[in-house]
């Protein structure tokens, strides 16, 4: 797949080190699908430092104004300069790439997001929401967000300004329920009449999503942040093992290709 140069059209803080990038890229716009990202050389021009580009998940997708959003976490070398971007540079990008999220099932659709993950999700909720109301929008999709603490919670603000319905979480209490993001996905799972869960962030989230997602029979979905070299499915740099069977025999995925998003039951976490 060719690159495209993209100018960065807006820039904002949501949260300290964490930015919303928008991106001018209609053909990424018109043919992107929630749950893909976009893979972004770094250094500017044709400069090769760092060498590999970093993958990034579309948090927003407006195919009428050939915008892209990204939710960008500062926390390397990469990331940095991305997140530093000032409008007006252009970007050099290869995408949409990857396998997004499959559509829900029957029922109410819940969508886990810790960190950074919740940017991935935002494009799904709004493709489940469609143009629905408030009232309606609750009783199909509810966003369950969790951060470690209130200055990084940056998705309930923009879930608020999308008209997503969401719940939050941290972990140290200083805002929405004191506590895991799991827990606000256990009390919701026990409700009942969920029909999909889909889910995006830190590993040891992904697991519990799993856990109580697949032990109450509801179909899970879950993407995998894995670091990426080619982004195209060519160098198995990022492999992670499938669940069942055991030893050599049991394989791997490509994140990359095969991915990002899995069933929860294909992938050991
Ligand atoms: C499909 C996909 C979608 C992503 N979407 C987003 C997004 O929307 N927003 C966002 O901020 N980030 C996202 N990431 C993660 C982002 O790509 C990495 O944080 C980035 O590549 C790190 O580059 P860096 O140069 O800043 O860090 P480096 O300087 O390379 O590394 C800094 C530190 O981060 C660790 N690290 C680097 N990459 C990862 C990783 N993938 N998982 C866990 N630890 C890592 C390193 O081990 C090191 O400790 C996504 C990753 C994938 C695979
Ligand atoms: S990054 Fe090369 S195969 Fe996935």
Not at 70 to 83: E, K, Q, S
Not at 84 to 97: K, M, S, Y
Not at 194 to 208: D, E, F, K, N, Q
Not at 225 to 253: F, H, I, L, N, T
């Amino acid at each position: 797949m060719p690159s495209i140069a993209c100018e960065v059209t807006a820039r904002r803080e949501l949260a300290p080190e964490i930015v919303l990038v928008s991106v001018h890229a209609p053909a990424v716009a018109r043919a992107a699908e929630p749950g893909q990202f976009v893979f972004i050389r770094v250094g500017p021009g044709d400069a090769a430092d760092p060498f590999l580009r970093r993958p990034m998940s579309l948090a927003g997708i407006d195919a009428s104004a050939g915008q892209i959003d990204l939710v960008i976490r500062a926390m390397g070398r990469g990331t940095r300069a991305l997140a530093g971007t000032e409008p007006g540079r252009t970007w050099d990008v290869i995408g949409p790439l990857g396998r997004g999220y499959p559509r829900p099932a029957q029922g109410k659709s819940l969508l886990v997001g810790g960190g950074t993950g919740a940017a991935s999700l935002m494009p799904l909720a709004q493709s489940i929401v469609g143009g629905s109301g408030p009232q309606t929008a609750q009783t199909r999709m509810l966003m369950l967000l969790g951060a470690r603490s209130s200055p990084e919670l940056w998705a309930p603000g923009l879930a608020r300004e999308r008209g997503l319905p969401a719940l939050f979480a941290t972990d140290d209490g200083t805002a929405g329920h004191p506590g895991l993001v799991t827990d606000l996905l256990r009390a919701e799972v026990r409700s009942g009449q969920i029909g999909t869960v889909y889910a995006c962030g830190p590993v040891p989230m992904l697991r519990a999503v799993q856990e109580i997602a697949v032990g109450a029979g509801v179909p899970c979905y879950i993407s995998l942040e894995q670091r990426m070299a080619c982004g195209v499915g060519a160098c198995r740099g990022c492999s992670w093992p499938r669940s069942g069977g055991s030893g050599s025999g049991r394989g791997y995925v490509r994140v990359c290709r095969d991915g990002p998003v899995f069933s929860a039951k294909e992938v050991l976490l």
